[in-house]
């Protein structure tokens, strides 16, 4: 869902040592398509996947999804597996697209933006079973959550941590290996589909690598690609380079139009953006440790006011409520999965036996265990933009980056900045885009939702009502969106892959 776990660890450290892992989701050296080393110097014994699968058809006791889903498990690198829950389409599923959700933290189950509005499902109010989701997306689209981090929600590792992912390319090399799995196995169906990668928030920094890794045929350092067509890209809440998002927490927070931040805090704040933003010059120029951490070092000042409790981390309009996610929903989510019933008819409990594991699956909504991991991974501190570049020039993948205006933790303002600043052949042409109104129906009328450029192969789409979790703050609005997009066209009536104005 989002970073809380990381502003979690900020406040009980130092403010530089928070700000590496906040950056741990969207800084990453992982940019390099032909650095395909994976492994570290884990032991060889481990390297080996397990060579079964898991797969269990699930029904309205588990989640009252309008369609037929199923969960289970896949064999990835060092004797893991990634726990999935994937909703066939309720229309015409042997034809429709594939949309792999990816979620945030590091370290965040997958589960809790299912229930949260993202999935075909939500939590009940007494948390004790679910109900439809009328915008869900599996109207139109096979949709599939996966716990991307071995270790995270119920990817649990047998092996320890040590034999954890700790770094972004570890967990993208991770998810090639499910999707070969899980397409030429246990949903052979799906060859050959189109295949939307949608990450939020950590998982908006995890989608482009991801996709990459997918659309570079060329690269065999890590298995055999997935029988699937890498189509697009969608970045929601997220961050493309450190120079742009830690300045616009100044922007956000100071206003106009709104100040939530008093004027010593403003001060502070706007004092050091000018030195963050020369930092990361130097960070950009010769792209290594030493200059990118202290580029992050630099930055640290813009991002230490804006904290849980006293603040909610996802949206600026509203009270936190729960410590540290701000979310009233996480602890009846986490409470339902855990329960006896539902770990019953997740089948856990029957896999650890037969695993000599024994034992039910303990899910955390926000592991900050991992988040620690990945700061030691050192997979952070570094621009992401070359990835967005090397997509746009060198495949066929179309993006979509989106966010909304609420949005305390990745501003719009920033990505704003970072995708006007990407050196790509429409760099020129995106930046005069006219920025046109979109609308999405709703009760019979036509609702202005926020608005919308773009050019080619890239759309920024900007929803007014919005804060970090986009689908789950304006499901109706981020709905119609991605219905649009997959089908190749947006709420302005103009075509994906053509200019606007």
């Given amino acids: 869902m989002n970073l809380v776990g990381l502003f979690l660890y900020l406040r009980e450290e130092m403010i530089f040592q928070a700000l590496v892992i906040v950056l741990s989701f969207a800084l990453s050296k992982a940019i390099s398509l032909t650095d395909q080393h994976v492994l570290g110097n884990k032991d060889d014994d481990l390297l080996a996947s397990r060579n079964t699968y898991t797969k269990r058809e699930q029904g309205d006791d588990l989640c009252v999804a309008g369609g037929r889903q199923w969960t289970g498990k896949v064999p990835v690198s060092h004797g893991n597996s990634l726990f999935y829950w994937y909703f066939e389409s309720q229309v015409l599923p042997e034809r429709a697209p594939l949309l792999m959700f990816l979620t945030g933290g590091p370290g965040e189950a997958c589960t809790v933006p299912l229930l949260s509005g993202v999935g075909p499902c939500i939590i009940n109010e007494h948390g004790n079973g679910t109900t439809y989701n009328e915008w869900t997306w599996t109207t139109e689209f096979n949709v599939l959550f996966v716990d991307e981090i071995a270790g995270s929600g119920f990817s649990k590792s047998h092996q320890g941590i040590e034999y954890q992912p700790s770094t972004v390319q570890e967990v993208a090399s991770d998810l090639k290996l499910f999707l070969k799995t899980f397409v030429d196995d246990a949903f052979p169906e799906l060859k050959g589909r189109s295949l939307h990668v949608m990450g939020e928030s950590f998982g908006g920094f995890l989608a482009p690598v ?170 952070m501190y570094f621009p992401l933009m070359d990835i967005y570049i090397y997509l746009l020039e060198q495949t066929d993948v179309q993006i979509l980056v989106q966010g909304g205006v609420l949005d305390p933790d990745t501003p719009v303002t920033g990505m704003n900045r970072a995708l006007d600043s990407m050196h790509w052949y429409g760099q020129a042409p995106f930046r005069a885009a006219e920025v046109q109104d979109w609308y999405y129906p709703s009760k019979g009328k036509q609702v202005n939702g926020g608005h919308l450029r773009g050019y080619d192969k890239l759309w920024w789409v900007v929803y007014d009502n919005a804060g970090h979790t986009v689908p789950s703050d304006v499901p109706e609005a981020s709905s119609f969106v991605m219905k649009q997009w997959v089908k190749g066209r947006l709420p302005a009536s103009f075509p994906r892959g053509q200019p606007v104005g």
């Fill in 210 to 379: 991801v996709t990459a890794l997918l659309a570079n045929k060329t690269d065999t350092a890590t298995g055999s690609h997935p029988d699937l067509k890498v189509d697009s890209l969608i970045a929601t809440s997220t961050i493309l380079d450190m120079g742009f998002w830690a300045p616009s927490y100044y922007d956000t927070l100071c206003g106009p139009p709104v100040k939530y931040l008093n004027a010593s805090e403003c001060g502070v704040m706007g004092s050091a953006v000018p030195e963050c933003e020369k930092a990361m010059l130097e960070c950009r120029r010769v792209v290594n440790e030493e200059a990118c951490v202290a580029a992050a070092e630099a930055c640290a000042l813009l991002v230490q006011f804006w904290m849980p409790p006293e603040h909610n981390i996802v949206r600026l309009d509203a009270p936190c409520h729960s410590f540290p996610t701000c979310s009233s929903e996480v602890d009846k989510i986490v409470d339902y999965l855990n329960s006896p019933r539902v770990q019953a008819i997740l089948g856990f409990a029957e896999e650890e036996e037969e695993e000599g594991k024994g034992g039910k699956i303990e899910l955390i909504g926000v592991d900050m265990g991992i988040n620690r991991a990945f700061d030691k991974g050192k997979s």
